[in-house]
């Protein structure tokens, strides 16, 4: 029975394995090592609405794919099935579902059947995707805290990348972190920043935006690397390093990043306030560059979109 914690906005549609079925008979084996071993590689994409062309636009489809592949590399996971499409699956579960909003897709590829913990196949593919509006956080900024569970280490349960046994640590940390109101941000063993269970830190201190480098126990976000590239566009310095932990109280601006919550001011941090305590200007800028890159008003980056309905050709 659903909760009101749990997604009510579900679509008709979802494709497994190439086939396109109702969402309602898209079903897990009990006994498959992508439920019992979390054995599963996923992505996390956004579709963005424009509506001057009627157009909905998968943002950075191609990288997300090639980080999907690059997980299932490391997890050493079979090919899923022949003729597999998952690019083609994306615009059509898109189009199944009659998508004309912001909207949240999921690819997921996991080991099926019943197997053990080193089982390499056979390889289920899934796509599903559903409306997401932006979070109400992008324009009021979020509270966080230091947790003190650690980030997974890169030579335990590797960060970088995207596999569904990683969010066993990031599940801990955002539970620690809920109790008092607030987001998590993870620090690795080392104690310097890491990032949040879902996204990446960024600060601004002294002019300069800083962000942990993607050794210091991160994934290798997309957002993060878009970011860094409209930064460095706007003449806004950008340094990749390790960042402390008091840096977190020192910075007079700091957002939390990633597909889904986009870019997510940090007010404060274990109730101290960054600057004002409110989102700031370079916080505010990057929002504006982000919103308008995304939604195709940056011609420089129109390459990171992907069209999902018949583009118009301005003919009548
Ligand atoms: C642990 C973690 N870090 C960072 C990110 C941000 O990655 P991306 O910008 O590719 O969505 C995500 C979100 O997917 C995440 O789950």
Same mark, same amino acid.
């Given at each position: 029975?659903?909760?009101?914690?749990?997604?009510?906005?579900?679509?008709?549609?979802?494709?497994?394995n190439g086939k396109t079925i109702p969402f309602e008979d898209a079903k897990v084996s009990i006994m498959a090592p992508g439920l019992t071993f979390a054995v599963t590689v996923f992505e996390g994409l956004r579709g963005y609405w424009q509506p001057d062309e009627e157009q909905l636009y998968v943002f950075r489809m191609e990288d997300h794919l090639k980080r999907q592949e690059f997980s299932m590399k490391i997890m050493e996971l079979e090919d899923p099935p022949m003729g597999t499409d998952t690019a083609g699956e994306i615009i059509e579960v898109l189009r199944a579902n009659k998508m004309y909003k912001d909207c949240y897709i999921r690819t997921q590829a996991y080991v099926d059947d019943w197997g053990d913990i080193t089982a390499t196949g056979p390889v289920t593919s899934s796509v599903v995707c559903r409306p997401r509006a932006r979070i109400e956080a992008f &324009?009021?900024? =979020?509270?966080?805290?230091?947790?003190?569970?650690?980030? @997974?280490? !890169?030579?335990?349960?590797?960060?970088?990348?995207?596999?569904?046994?990683?969010?066993?640590?990031?599940?801990?940390?955002? &539970?620690?972190? =809920?109790?008092?109101?607030?987001?998590?941000?993870?620090? @690795?063993? !080392?104690?310097?920043v890491s990032e949040g269970p879902g996204g990446c830190i960024f600060l601004f201190r002294d002019g300069r935006?800083?962000?942990?480098?993607?050794?210091?126990?991160?994934?290798?976000?997309?957002?993060?690397?878009?970011?860094?590239?409209l930064a460095t566009d706007l003449g806004i310095k950008v340094e990749?390093?390790?960042?402390?932990?008091?840096?977190?109280?020192?910075a007079t601006e700091g957002f939390y990043c990633g597909t889904g919550q986009e870019i997510t001011p940090i007010n404060t941090v274990d109730g101290k306030p960054l600057g004002a305590g409110k989102p700031g200007p370079i916080t505010r800028e990057l929002q504006t560059a982000y919103d308008g890159l995304v939604r195709g008003h940056n011609k420089k980056y129109h390459h990171w979109l992907t069209p999902v309905w018949p583009v118009k050709t301005g003919e009548n």
């Open positions: 029975m659903a909760t009101l914690h749990q997604i009510s906005d579900r679509p008709a549609f979802a494709i497994m &324009l009021t900024g =979020k509270d966080f805290v230091v947790v003190s569970w650690r980030r @997974n280490a !890169d030579d335990a349960s590797p960060p970088r990348i995207k596999v569904s046994a990683n969010y066993l640590n990031s599940r801990l940390a955002g &539970l620690e972190a =809920k109790r008092s109101g607030s987001s998590a941000i993870i620090l @690795n063993r !080392d104690g310097t935006l800083i962000t942990p480098t993607i050794n210091d126990g991160i994934l290798e976000s997309i957002t993060r690397n878009t970011l860094i590239t990749e390093r390790r960042v402390g932990r008091t840096e977190l109280n020192l």
